[in-house]
């Protein structure tokens, strides 16, 4: 099984109840998950594999550690996944950005791919998913099933808010991937929204509804 991590540093946590608050606006939303983003791209790269490097400073030459192993692909999930590239890239800014296009049909609650478009060498690369929201674990599902289809080996998914549901049925349908969260809720509503949750994060982040 996978790793599941609940990323509960207290920046990250802070953050988080900001945009909790329903009257939390568009600008702050955006900025608080961006700068958790950020925190969180931190805490997922800690076990980056590390490599020594010969380096001369203006004293002497010295043996040093620098990152190694493989390149790194975000793969924000369309379209509240977007609002978490910017803040990852800022601490990864080599990696390359994959997209997997998906929503929730309202009614059925079931996951539409519309779109996907990865690096070429994406079986080569560590992927970082991201999408703020793990509700029933439809679309985090789809967008595995999607990478794993295109060669995709090395695969961790980042979120802001889980439910328990959706990390059941995720770690059910591919055990291998790993999982981290900044939070993991009650659950869900009848209408599939995570309680308490935060609300519909695509529509908080573009101002859209
Ligand atoms: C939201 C969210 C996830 C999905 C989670 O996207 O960003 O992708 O729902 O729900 P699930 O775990 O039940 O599949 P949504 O479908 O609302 O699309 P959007 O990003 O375009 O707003
Ligand atoms: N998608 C969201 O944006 N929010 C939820 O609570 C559930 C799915």
Same mark, same amino acid.
């Given at each position: 099984?996978?790793?599941? @991590? *609940?990323?509960?540093?207290?920046?990250?946590?802070?953050?988080?109840?900001?945009?909790?608050?329903?009257?939390?606006?568009?600008?702050?939303?955006?900025?608080?998950?961006?700068?958790?983003?950020?925190?969180?791209?931190?805490?997922?790269?800690?076990? $980056?594999?590390?490599?020594?490097?010969?380096?001369?400073?203006?004293?002497? !030459?010295? &043996?040093?550690?620098?990152?190694?192993? &493989?390149? *790194?692909?975000?793969?924000?999930?369309?379209?509240?996944?977007?609002? $978490? !590239?910017?803040?990852?890239?800022?601490?990864?800014?080599?990696?390359?950005?994959?997209?997997?296009?998906?929503?929730?049909? @309202?009614?059925?609650? &079931?996951?539409?791919?519309?779109?996907?478009?990865?690096?070429?060498?994406?079986?080569?690369?560590?992927?970082? *998913?991201?999408?703020?929201?793990?509700?029933?674990?439809?679309?985090?599902?789809?967008? !595995?099933?999607?990478?794993?289809?295109?060669?995709?080996?090395?695969?961790?998914?980042?979120?802001?808010?889980?439910?328990?549901?959706?990390?059941?049925?995720?770690? @059910?349908?591919?055990?291998? !991937? +790993?999982?981290?969260?900044?939070?993991?809720? +009650?659950?869900?509503?009848?209408?599939?929204?995570? *309680?308490?949750?935060?609300?519909?994060?695509?529509?908080?982040?573009?101002?859209?509804?």
């Amino acid at each position: 099984m996978g790793k599941f @991590e *609940v990323l509960d540093h207290p920046l990250i946590q802070h953050k988080l109840t900001i945009i909790r608050d329903k009257h939390c606006g568009t600008k702050v939303f955006r900025e608080m998950v961006n700068e958790i983003s950020n925190l969180m791209a931190y805490e997922v790269s800690r076990d $980056m594999p590390l490599e020594d490097v010969t380096i001369e400073t203006p004293i002497q !030459v010295t &043996k040093q550690k620098q990152i190694s192993g &493989k390149k *790194v692909a975000i793969v924000p999930i369309l379209r509240a996944g977007l609002g $978490m !590239v910017d803040g990852m890239l800022e601490m990864i800014p080599a990696a390359r950005v994959g997209h997997i296009g998906m929503y929730r049909d @309202e009614k059925t609650l &079931k996951p539409v791919e519309y779109f996907v478009k990865l690096p070429s060498d994406i079986s080569e690369r560590q992927i970082f *998913v991201v999408d703020p929201m793990l509700a029933t674990g439809g679309s985090a599902i789809m967008a !595995v099933d999607a990478l794993k289809k295109r060669g995709a080996k090395d695969i961790r998914l980042c979120f802001l808010v889980a439910a328990p549901e959706g990390v059941k049925a995720l770690q @059910e349908a591919h055990p291998d !991937v +790993d999982i981290f969260t900044a939070a993991l809720d +009650d659950g869900l509503n009848e209408d599939g929204y995570i *309680v308490p949750g935060l609300g519909d994060a695509g529509d908080r982040l573009f101002g859209t509804k």
